[in-house]
Each structure stands twice: as structure tokens, then as C-alpha cells.
């Protein structure tokens, strides 16, 4: 049988491919549960030993600036507990498989699917239809998803629709530009998620002030793209993923340099800083449970009773975690979240201008509100997007 780097020499280039566009179509045609997917990482079982040949290794992180009850305000076991790993090659990019505690993800999925959706946050579908349409995209589409049956063919929820929805200074995909007037509060909730991962990797001073969430149903890709959208890269990008499990392409600084390529299952995060910060990437594929269960395991488990004393974390009840279970069945969810302007600095210095030199597409083969093309972030952020 063919090995998967044989498959890929195999493959034929198409005119003007570069090496990531050709390992990008490899994985957006692959087979799950064949050698197709024999080379990509999977984190979830990753060791130095194991993945020499990727030169995985173990990343440090800085224990001392996250409590144990700041970790579990946030949902997150402490952080002495997490498993974070680098990429030799790939400075500043940090991998943390699923450090959630038992249940918590549920409440992220609840939050992006009835919360983060609402108005005054920016979707993709509010060019395709008046405001009051999408004012409340969970209250419209609940009962559909709720009795969802996914052997009967039925029109599309509101929220199967979604594709993206921007948090904070809400980027303008046709001037490439984040603006002091183009802005919503950002949830207080994420705010506090991400400082915490982020003091963890090292940046204490980070400030969440603007995200963009994927909404990926199973034929989705995310295009390749580099994020240069805020004017301090000093600062990091984080990911988190919920749901179906994903391929995610991380290339060079050109697209001629071959990416590596990774699995993102639910409550994964990345973490793109230093060189990293300015890498292409991309999501070829979107890939059913590994388990054959409709939902990763992670997420059968229910949020606990009770709280630690000033937890973000709300209850998500029966009734709506049942709808957000019909989705997750068929999809995935991403939050990516940035630091717009540098430390100290204000509007009056100067506007946010993106130069990305490729932009980020997420895209599906029923796609009925397409995003421009943008740049992502750990998919992220683009005109469409870590």
C-alpha cells in the first residue's frame, strides 16, 4: 500500500501549485481511517520519543501566574496539570491538548451557539438579511436543531448557516482596517478564559479585544492565510476548538515551504507567537468523531452543580445543551482571540491596516453567505477566518 508521502508525491501538481497548496488539497480530498492521515500529528498522544520524526517536544509554561482558582474560575485545570507541546522549527507556537475540566467545554459551546451569536456582534449573514432576522439566531433555529434528525433531510437552521461572527473591534474585510467606531463589548467571559491560557504561555499582560468565531460544518475549509491584521506581533493569537476534530496546516513565512500538519479535537488550544505569529496556515478538512460516537467524549460529560465562588462559567441546561449537541454533530466551533493595539496605545496614534499577503476563506460546498476572502489566526480572524 501506498505510504501517505507517497500519496502526496503521487499527487499531481496543478499549474502555479505551491508545496502547501498541494499538501492542502492532499488532506481536503483524504480518507479518514487510512494511511491518508498517517503523517499528521495528533497531540493527544504525542511524546518526544514518539513523534521524533515531527520533533515534537514538551513546552514549558508559567505555572506561577495562574492560580489554581483562577484556572477553575475559568474552567480549566490547573495549570501544573496541562500538557503543552512545541514544534521544533516552529518558535513560539505552543500546543496545549484539551486542559478543560470535565464538562466545562459545554459551557464555550453554549456561549458561541446563543450568546456570542446575538446582536450587536457582527455574523456573516447580516448582508444576506435585515437585522432583525439575525438578532437572535438561537431563539430562530432551537427547535429545529433540537428535534434534528440527521437521517431525514430538512431546510437548514439559522445557526447551520453561520459561518462566522466577529467579538470586539469587529474587523472591516473591505478596508482591511480595525476602527474605534467598529466596536461591541467584548465578552467578559472569553476576556478572562483568555488571559489566563495566555499568562500561562508567558504573556501576563495580554488583553482580549477582539475575536472571530468559525462555525465549520463538516465540508468546510479554511483558506490559507497569514494574520498581520494588529500592529504589535508581539502578542499571541489563541485558539480554541470544540466539536468534530480538524486538519490544521502550519506552513513558513512563503507558501513554497511544506507544512506540518496536526489534528485540533475539541477543547484543544493553540497558541501562535514570536515567529509563529506570522506563519501561513490553514484548515483542510473537518473530520467525523474519531470515537464512531456522534460527539467526541469530552463533551458527554454535564457541567458540574456547582461553582468555584466567581466562576465565569454559567449552567447550560438539558433543553439547550441538547441543541447544541444536534449541532456539534455535524460541525465544529472555533474562537480565535487578539490584542488589537499594543500596550499604551490609542486610536489617535494610528488605525489597525492589514497587509496580509493571502487571505482566509471559510468555505463549504453549500455555503450560502461566503465571507471575502481574509487572513485567519489560529484560524482565525479572517475575511473570513486558528
Known amino acids: 500500500m501506498m505510504g501517505t508521502m507517497g500519496k502526496m508525491a503521487a ?37 518526544p ?8 517536544f514538551r513546552s514549558p509554561l508559567s505555572v506561577s501566574l495562574v492560580t489554581e482558582q483562577d484556572a477553575y474560575r475559568a474552567g480549566l485545570q490547573p495549570v501544573n496539570k496541562w500538557k503543552a507541546y ?18 466545562y467545554q459545554r459551557h464555550w459551546v453554549k456561549q458561541c451557539l446563543k450568546l456570542y451569536s446575538r446582536k450587536p456582534n457582527v455574523c456573516n449573514l447580516d448582508k444576506h438579511m435585515v437585522a432583525e432576522e439575525t438578532r437572535d439566531l438561537w431563539g430562530q433555529s432551537q427547535e429545529l436543531l433540537r428535534n434534528k434528525d440527521v437521517n431525514k433531510k430538512r431546510p437548514r437552521s439559522l ?14 474585510w473591505d478596508n482591511k482596517t480595525y476602527s474605534a467606531d467598529h466596536h461591541t463589548p467584548f465578552p467578559p467571559d472569553l476576556a478572562y478564559l483568555s488571559k489566563q491560557v495566555a499568562a500561562a504561555c508567558g504573556f501576563q499582560d495580554f488583553q482580549a479585544e477582539a475575536g472571530i468565531l468559525n462555525y ?23 485558539s480554541f476548538s470544540f466539536g468534530q476534530s480538524a486538519i490544521f496546516l502550519l506552513g513558513g513565512l512563503k507558501r513554497d515551504e511544506v507544512p506540518t500538519a496536526m489534528f485540533m479535537h475539541s477543547g484543544d488550544i493553540m497558541v501562535m507567537s514570536g515567529f509563529s505569529r506570522l506563519l501561513n496556515h490553514a484548515v483542510p478538512r473537518v473530520l467525523p468523531n474519531f470515537d464512531g460516537t456522534s460527539l467526541p467524549r469530552c463533551l458527554e460529560v454535564s457541567l458540574p452543580d456547582a461553582f468555584p465562588t466567581g466562576s465565569v462559567v454559567e449552567p447550560c441546561s438539558v433543553e439547550d445543551w441538547q441543541v447544541c449537541a444536534n449541532y456539534l454533530r455535524t460541525a465544529r466551533v472555533n474562537m480565535t482571540v ?33 465571507r471575502p476572502r481574509m487572513s485567519l489566526t489560529v484560524e482565525h480572524l479572517g475575511k473570513p477566518n486558528t
Open 11 to 47: 499527487l499531481v501538481a496543478e499549474p502555479g501549485e505551491d508545496a502547501f497548496r498541494k499538501l492542502f488539497r492532499f488532506y481536503r480530498q483524504s480518507r479518514p481511517g487510512t494511511a491518508d492521515l498517517g503523517e499528521v500529528i495528533d497531540f493527544t498522544q504525542a511524546s
Open 49 to 56: 520519543a514518539r513523534d521524533s520524526g515531527h520533533k515534537v
Open 86 to 103: 512545541g514544534l521544533e522549527g516552529y518558535p513560539g507556537f505552543i500546543f496545549i491538548p484539551n486542559p478543560f475540566l470535565p464538562g
Open 159 to 172: 445557526l447551520e448557516k453561520l459561518r462566522w461572527v466577529t467579538l470586539g473591534y469587529h474587523y472591516n
Open 216 to 238: 465549520y460544518r463538516l465540508d468546510s475549509t479554511l483558506g490559507i492565510h497569514v494574520d498581520r491584521s494588529e500592529l504589535d506581533h508581539t502578542k499571541p493569537l489563541l
Open 338 to 370: 487578539r490584542q488589537v493595539l499594543a500596550t499604551g496605545q490609542d486610536w489617535e496614534d494610528k488605525e489597525t491596516k492589514t497587509t496580509s499577503e493571502s487571505s482566509c476563506h471559510l468555505d463549504d460546498k453549500n455555503n450560502e453567505a461566503k
